[in-house]
Each structure stands twice: as C-alpha cells, then as structure tokens.
C-alpha cells in the first residue's frame, strides 16, 4: 500500500538537547502539503486511504513513522512500543507536551527549508491529537484539524499542554484563523470532558477551535471508524477538505 511514496530519515533536537530521528514516508506533488501525524493503531490501510483522499485533491501527503509496522494496525503491541518510548511521549502528562512535538516542528520546517513547501495543514488522531494543536503556534502551519485528542488520557479534565503554549496557540489562531477538533459523541477515550477542557483552553472569549461531534460510539473519526461514522464521517472529511483548501491553497 506504500507504493509511490519516498521513504527518507529525518532527525532533528528537542528543546531539551535530545536528537529525536524516525522515518518519513511523502507521495504527492510539492505543496501544498498535509502532514498526518499517526494515531496510536499505526499506518494501517485507513490512514493511507486518508491520506490518499488529499492526494486526490492535489496535495503532497507526508506521513511521519514514529511507531509501529507499516501496512496494518497493532494496537496491544504500538502501546507497549509507546510506552518504550516515554521519553518522545509522556502519555500522562498534563499542563507539558511531549518532546516529540520538537520534532515534528523541526520536520514542519525543513519541509519548508528543503523541500519547496508553502502552506503546511496537519492532522493528529487519538494520541497525537493534541501535537495538531501544538503545531498550530508554529508559523509554518496554517490549518490543523485534531482528531479525537485523547492525551492525557488518564485525566479528561486536561490537556497536553502548557499554559504558554496555550495563550501562544492562541494568538496565532486569532492571527491565521480557527482549526477543526472532531470526535464521536460516545468516545470513551476523547470524552465531551476532553472538549469542555479544549473549549475552555480556547473558545472562552472566540471560537479558535471549531468542535465537530459526530453521532455514535466509534474512537478514529477519520480512520478506523470512518465507515462506521456513515455519512457524519464523509461529511466531516468534506468539511476538513474545505477547510484545507481555503488556508491552505492560496498559499
């Protein structure tokens, strides 16, 4: 299912002096580009049949690896990994991000530097849902959408991120325009609890971050249980398209 994508390393350093480096593998033409960060299950067959909605509609698709086999989904065993890698993901941590965000602000940037990038949307899903909202304060990023941010997953009430890179998100949306954040009604591990705390983070005063509530019980909107979502789902991927489209193609 990999065919036509270009597989390449890249490494870059956290905040705190780490080097962080995993595979990246991009198909499509040179911008814009969406950048979609994987959701706990892996780079299955329904993220590249996500991604190859974009490149469909003319964008440059770029999926990070950072965890797992390529081709098929390995919950049980992608959490054992995730939990391997505590120093790239603090699943449990609340009011901080995860170092591995430094690394995903560095690839946003040498795809700009070198590789002839414009416009940058990105889509984080589940785990990585709140790394979507982080890389918002990056300027080389002009639309995100979160899919069912679930971090931390052990405290609803919370988000995975500080509270100056909260304000800082916060004034490049009012500066760039809102981003999308999307989950199922029924989720058990993005609950209404997630989106009350993500409203209250950013929409007190302006919606900066669209919420999206899809009928059922399902957990991986724009994935696993895009199908299951029916015809809530299609519409919310037409919305993101959009969505894209507009912050992302003119520039």
């Known amino acids: 299912m990999l065919d036509g994508y270009e597989k390449y390393y890249f490494s870059a350093q956290t905040a705190?002096?780490?080097?962080?480096?995993?595979?990246?593998y991009s198909r499509g033409a040179q911008q814009p580009t969406i950048v979609i960060i994987q959701e706990l299950p892996g780079i299955g067959p329904e993220t590249l049949t996500l991604a190859n909605r974009f490149t469909d509609q003319g964008y440059r698709v770029v999926l990070p690896h950072l965890f797992g086999p390529l081709g098929k989904v390995a919950l049980g065993g992608n959490l054992l990994r995730v939990f391997c890698m505590r120093k790239e993901f603090h699943?449990?941590?609340?009011?901080?991000?995860?170092?591995?965000?430094?690394?995903?602000?560095?690839?946003?940037?040498?795809?700009?530097?070198?590789?002839?990038?414009?416009?940058?949307?990105?889509?984080?899903?589940?785990?990585?849902g709140n790394f979507a909202m982080s890389l918002m304060a990056d300027e080389?990023?002009?639309?995100?959408?979160?899919?069912?941010?679930?971090?931390p997953i052990n405290i609803q009430s919370e988000l995975h991120m500080s509270d100056a890179e909260i304000s800082s998100v916060r004034r490049r949306l009012d500066a760039q325009g809102s981003m999308?954040?999307?989950?199922?009604?029924?989720d058990l591990l993005c609950t209404a609890e997630?989106?009350?705390?993500?409203?209250?983070?950013f929409n007190n005063d302006s919606e900066r971050i669209r919420l999206i509530e899809l009928p059922g019980k399902g957990h991986s909107?724009?994935?696993?249980?895009?199908?299951?979502?029916?015809?809530?789902?299609?519409?919310?991927?037409?919305?993101?398209?959009?969505?894209?489209?507009?912050?992302?193609?003119?520039?």
């Open 16 to 24: 705190k002096g780490k080097m962080i480096g995993h595979d990246v």
């Open 91 to 128: 699943l449990f941590a609340k009011k901080k991000r995860s170092p591995v965000v430094d690394w995903l602000r560095a690839l946003c940037q040498d795809l700009k530097d070198n590789h002839g990038v414009g416009g940058i949307g990105v889509i984080g899903m589940c785990l990585t």
């Open 140 to 151: 080389n990023v002009l639309a995100g959408v979160a899919s069912q941010p679930s971090m």
């Open 180 to 186: 999308m954040a999307l989950r199922f009604e029924g």
């Open 194 to 201: 997630k989106f009350q705390a993500i409203d209250r983070a």
């Open 221 to 251: 909107v724009l994935t696993l249980d895009f199908l299951k979502g029916g015809q809530f789902a299609e519409d919310a991927l037409q919305d993101i398209l959009a969505y894209f489209a507009r912050q992302l193609k003119s520039a």
